[in-house]
């Protein structure tokens, strides 16, 4: 009786303890299925995962992220609050592919009566950040959100979407997704442009001539080109109208850039200029200075040019006759 007592006692504590030592970790598969389950056996060629009903063994051929919840709730901490942006320092660099898996949600298409542009949500209030010609002269505007669910791709429409502030000089707007489902949408952390160097890596997503969730990838050709009296990230990365207002990503997946403008002409290729995330952080801080008001489009104030200096009259002594 007492040996028997003890053995149960024994298989008890020995399974409170693999219990206790089984990992849970969610699997994002190439398809975009997500599975959430206890490892019971890690292998090279598969993950054997305990679903609660069901054991399963995934082979990693089919696994595009395997994130361990530790690692998950290492991760939700880092995240820090900027303002209305966040930044997250311990974020692990990654390649494209597996980048695009972490990322790409957050990414939207922005849809208006004239056109469309890209864009990019920020903070768990549906923010979304785009270009403000994009959205210059518009009042409905669409925000199209794709979101990965077992079956597929889903596609969400909102048309519920406040501006929120706008600068035509920056070429910088901030929509707002009005809508409770809002706080649900993942978001994108913000980079620290001035950390570029020449050469890096840079992957831009969007929705080029109206071909959404296209992916570009290049690497920065000059963290700094002005023009216009404003400075660019130039980077060989393939950007098209529909791009713009669209996130450039390093390759810790944290925007460092706002799509804007491409270089246009017979073979001309590779040139692609975008907003440096710098430039975005200083008006996001700022957006009060300019914020939109619906009953004046041109809210914000407007300053009229200097007078011209008088240009001396030509004498008609001096002026060249025809040959």
Sequence with gaps: MRNNLSF?????????????????VKIVLKNGAELRGEVLKERDDAVVLDLGNTVLTVPRSEISILEKANAAAAKTAAVQGEDIYFVEPSREPMTVEKNVQRVAESVVQIQTASGLGSGFIINKLGYVITNQHVIAGEREITVVVYRKKPGG???????????????????????????PAADTLPFVPMGDSEALTQGQEVFAIGSPLGLERSVSKGIVSIRARESGGRWYIQSTTQINPGNSGGPLFNARGEVVGVNNMKAAGVGVEGLGFSIPSNVLKLFLKNREAFAFDPRNPNSGFRYLPPPAPPQEKTKPDSVTPRI
């Design 8 to 24: 149960g006692i024994l298989a008890a504590a020995c399974m409170a303890v693999a219990a206790a030592s089984a990992e849970t």
């Design 153 to 179: 791709l889903e596609k969400q429409q909102f048309t519920k979407v406040k501006i929120v502030a706008m600068n035509g000089f920056l070429d910088l707007a901030i929509l707002q997704i009005d809508d």
